[in-house]
């Protein structure tokens, strides 16, 4: 039995879709499962619109969510003539033709199906006729001779059987009047050179499949088993594109969701196990099986992606979560400084709740990074002269502090609310806008300790509150 081999295969014409990187995490984690290698193929034969920074791109997000491939990227472009020679076999051996139909021709045959209101297939005008009758001004595309008669049946490993009347399969093109080759010829060509095993990938790519499926046929190849994912849509209902807002990794980097929350949701967005909700990466490769995936499409939910990673920012190892966070704050928003970093490290415990994205830590945690307090001007209205009473006793007393812990906070604070008849709110909001420039934020012990006596010695002493 030969070894199992699945493969991505993206074309670099755009920034990673998050349908893909479902795909690929599906190939991925049905080849560890089955001991097997997982590739990846980079499509880059449309020249207008292909870029290295897209493949450059594509990589990047494959390794920040973790999916590693065996060996060096296959380069379609690179294959090129091997796709043209299989596309002269099959002419020579009579599964292929060459079509004469001008551009204008074809534009009429589609036009006709338009005002008929039926799907434009190939008239195929060209399979039979002579070589002689060809004309001497145009240059032949080839085309395939897809069966005229009869049904295909796709066994399809998630779809199950899937049945097509062959006459609904024009005589597609496999090679363009320059020589280039088409998307069918490519993949199949490439799928063979590669052994492929397994092709796992979207259920837009059904009707491709059946085409596919002749060509391999015609070649005399050993076929690959199928199996097509249902698609994402967008909580609407709408097929997701990439032209919706949150379709592709920067996407959800940028906001401060991390690579395993968002694994552990695409995972489970159309495949189950059991009742289970949380997959470590082990436990994915163990449990993953194509019996697992639904038939329906899958709806993206920004809600359960945003769920899911609080649950790992509240779950994960701090350390891991404070690295994390400071690779985040490096691509978005600005380095940690290193005399915050420590401060940052210690605070994470409460800087951490309620926040669902890396995003949240980070504006919880403004107040430690900001060298100069930045004040909520409705807040500071509320610094009266009672409020400077407040600050100034309170700093009186905190200057006296041999060690900084809430066991020696507490005595000042509960002496304050005393000596001016208040509450709690009456002495923690005051110094709350004061060391942190908002009446809103982490409580008011955490603020102290996390800042230190110097810090909060410093911004206790903002000449505004004197």
């Known amino acids: 039995m030969k070894k199992v081999a699945t493969r991505f295969a993206p074309s670099p ?10 795909t690929a995490l599906f190939n991925w984690l049905y080849s560890k499962n089955q001991k097997g290698n997982f590739f990846l193929r980079v499509e880059d034969t449309d020249k207008e619109r292909s870029k290295d920074e897209y493949k450059d791109q594509i990589i990047e997000s494959l390794k920040w969510i973790g999916i590693d491939y065996d060996g060096e990227e296959y380069i379609q472009s690179k294959k090129i003539q091997d796709h043209v020679n299989v596309a002269k076999e099959l002419l020579k051996n009579g599964y292929a ?3 004469y139909c001008s551009s204008e021709e074809i534009e009429e045959q589609k036009k006709r199906a338009r005002q ?3 799907p434009y297939i190939y008239d195929r005008k060209w399979r039979d006729k002579k070589e002689e009758d060809a004309p001497k001004n145009i240059k032949p595309v080839i085309r395939f001779k897809s069966k005229i008669g009869g049904t295909s049946i796709l066994k399809d490993l998630v779809q199950g059987d899937v049945e097509i ?4 399969i024009e005589d597609f093109i496999i090679l363009r009047n320059d020589e280039t080759p088409t998307y069918n010829l490519s993949a199949s060509v490439d799928d063979h050179i590669m052994n492929m095993t397994h092709i796992i990938r979207g259920d837009d790519h059904k009707i491709n499949t059946f085409k596919q499926i002749q060509i391999y046929q015609a070649m005399k190849w050993d076929l690959p088993t199928f199996a097509h994912i249902p698609l994402i849509h967008t909580i609407e209902g709408k097929k997701l594109s990439k032209r919706d807002k949150a379709s592709t990794l920067d996407d ?3 906001i401060g969701i991390m690579p395993e929350a968002l694994r552990n949701y695409l995972l489970r967005l ?27 499409p899958s709806k993206l939910d920004m809600s359960r992606i945003l769920s899911m990673n609080e649950h790992y920012i509240k779950n994960i190892d701090e350390k891991d979560l404070f690295n994390q966070l400071t690779n985040y704050c490096k691509f978005y928003k600005s380095e940690i400084k290193s005399d915050k970093k420590d401060k940052i490290k210690k605070s994470l415990t409460f800087l951490k709740n309620k926040a669902k994205t890396l995003e949240d830590i980070y504006n919880n945690g403004q107040y430690i990074l900001v060298d100069e307090v930045n004040f909520n001007q409705d807040d500071i209205k509320l610094i009266d002269d009672k409020a400077k009473k407040v600050i100034s006793d309170f700093n009186d007393r905190f200057s006296k502090i041999d060690q900084l812990n809430r066991e020696n906070l507490e005595p000042i604070i509960n002496g304050l609310i ?26 008011i012990y955490d603020i102290i300790i996390s800042l230190g006596n110097e810090e909060v010695t410093k911004r206790l002493g903002n000449k505004i509150f004197t």
């Open 97 to 99: 033709y060459k079509c």
């Open 270 to 296: 159309g495949w189950s196990y059991k009742d289970k909700e949380i997959f470590t990466l082990d436990e994915s490769i163990k449990y993953f099986s194509l019996e697992g995936i639904g038939k329906s």
């Open 418 to 443: 005393k000596s001016h008849d208040t509450n709690f709110k009456g002495i923690g909001q005051p110094l709350r806008i004061a060391l942190i420039g908002s009446k809103f934020g982490p409580g």
């Open 252 to 254: 959800y980097s940028k």
């Open 116 to 118: 008929k209101k039926i």
């Open 13 to 22: 014409t755009g920034a990673l879709h998050i349908g893909g990187v479902r």
């Open 165 to 168: 009347d062959n006459n609904t």
